[in-house]
């Protein structure tokens, strides 16, 4: 059986995973949220794992959410005439605009963006930090680099400005297709990469409207520098660690996860641990204990959701690699040293009856020994709110609309349902939230269910309720 969990997993599906039995059995492992690549994969081949998806989750009867993922503007350098060239340290190599095919000499770097915005000192880092170049000379169309170390450069290998904010936006043509055609599907979350700035979040967020929620990428230095901004303007972040940790100092990374972690727990919004989780279950049936300490110190954390990419994607153990997680999820969980220490931070509570109420509900259920909390919810923001204060129970979410019980399946201890019926009066609260908590099998003997909503019944931003039931 699954463990009993409050942090969620999100599973990238590819190659090794994406087939209806398999979507099941990550389900049945722990999967919570499925992630689809756009950085791979045709329209078509991203339109039926969706319909796998929907189906599993139909046959289940458990909303699943499903997040797309943005490839954003990827910078490369063009191409060599043999391919490649060797370079020893200390060499010399000017970077240009003109795409005739390179030698030990020069090559292209053809995005004028980069050209225009680097200068003596700045760094250059190519196929994923393999080989570091510092520029030590600039002038119209062209730059020069002197390497760090000996390496090899090759056609088309990715590039990293570190320490620049590149007048880019982070959406291209492709990106715009994309969500175009995700939104079309139906899915939950829409992932933006590339992010440096709050004001590259609001393009994006402009097109997907109330269709689905926008988390922020963080994986560009810069965006660190407007933090708070970013997170502001998103409704979830993503600590992307890929290419995070290639343009930042290896030790820095954990630094700048903790903080980024802390920053969104305070204000509210959900956080994901992304890239490298359990790497070595790609090709291997376990992971080393440094993966195991790693996905623990995020649950430590108190994160809403940590996330594997190639091990589910494209690994020989997709399913062990999603059961393994929850494992460590569940273990870490049951240590009282976790909640000492994700309670360490706390959300800023806002002076609304929401978040009173859901402050009420996490000194009760820390008070009384509590089954559930069981939230009723149109929009999912009340849901929210409570989940952000951490309790020590479930939080059931119970909301009419099916968008939003897939959306909140990426938050920290929800069991999202959809609610067919909306309550006309008390006693049907009551019937309805227990009839939920008995088929999530959470109802303990001598243990209160806490009930929150607005009332009058099906107003919008209204909640003002909290109510103790002993179930019989």
């Not at 503007?73 to 005439?81: E, M, N, V, Y």
């Not at 982070?170 to 715009?176: E, I, L, N, P, S």
């Not at 080393?288 to 110190?297: G, L, Q, Y």
């Amino acid at each position: 059986m699954t463990p009993t969990k409050f942090t969620k997993i999100l599973s990238t599906l590819g190659p090794a995973s994406a087939k209806p039995a398999t979507i099941r059995a990550l389900v049945e492992a722990g999967a919570d949220v499925f992630r689809l690549n756009f950085s791979h994969g045709s329209h078509e081949q991203h339109r039926e794992v969706h319909a796998m998806i929907r189906a599993v989750e139909a046959e289940l009867g458990r909303p699943i959410g499903i997040l797309m993922d943005l490839q954003g503007p990827k910078l490369r350098l063009g191409t060599f005439a043999e391919g490649k060239v060797s370079l020893p340290a200390g060499h010399r190599i000017r970077f240009d605009l003109d795409r005739t095919p390179g030698d030990a000499t020069r090559v292209a770097i053809p995005h004028p963006e980069i050209i225009g915005a680097v200068s003596a000192g700045h760094e250059l880092l190519i196929d994923d930090g393999k080989m570091r170049l510092t520029v030590v000379a600039s002038g119209e169309g062209w730059v020069e680099a002197q390497t760090q170390t000996a390496g090899v450069l090759s056609d088309r290998k990715g590039v990293n400005v570190p320490s620049v904010t590149l007048p880019l936006s982070a959406m291209t043509d492709k990106d715009h297709a994309d969500l175009l055609f995700g939104l079309g599907l139906g899915v939950d979350w829409v992932a933006l990469s590339f992010v440096q700035r709050p004001e590259d979040l609001i393009e994006a967020r402009a097109i997907i409207g109330e269709r689905a929620l926008l988390m922020a990428k963080v994986e560009k230095p810069a965006a660190l520098a407007c933090l708070e901004g970013i997170i502001a303007e998103s409704d979830g972040i993503m600590v992307a660690r890929g290419d995070l940790g290639v343009e930042l100092p290896a030790e820095e990374v954990p630094v700048q996860q903790k903080r980024i972690v802390a920053a969104c727990r305070e204000a509210g919004k959900p956080v994901v641990i992304a890239t490298q989780m359990l790497e070595s279950m790609i090709t291997a049936p376990s992971p080393t204990r440094a993966e195991v300490s790693d996905v623990a110190t995020a649950v430590f954390d108190g994160v809403d959701a940590v996330m594997l990419s190639a091990e589910s994607a494209s690994g020989a153990y997709p399913v062990e690699a999603v059961s393994m997680m929850a494992r460590i999820i569940a273990r870490t969980e049951a240590d009282p040293l976790q909640r000492k220490l994700m309670e360490a931070i706390s959300s800023r509570v806002a002076a609304t009856g929401t978040d009173a109420v859901g402050t009420a509900i996490r000194a009760v259920s820390a008070a009384l020994p509590v089954s559930a909390t069981v939230a009723f919810t149109a929009s999912g923001s009340t849901t929210l709110r409570i989940a952000n204060q951490r309790p020590r129970s479930p939080v059931v979410s119970l909301s009419p609309r099916a968008e939003v019980a897939g959306r909140l399946a990426l938050v920290w201890g929800v069991r999202s349902r959809r609610c067919d019926t909306e309550c006309a009066s008390d006693a049907e609260m009551v019937a309805e939230a227990t009839a939920a908590c008995q088929a999530e099998g959470l109802i303990k003997p001598g243990a209160a269910v806490l009930l929150t909503a607005g009332v009058p019944f099906g107003t919008p931003g209204s909640t003002n309720l909290m109510r103790v039931v002993w179930p019989d």
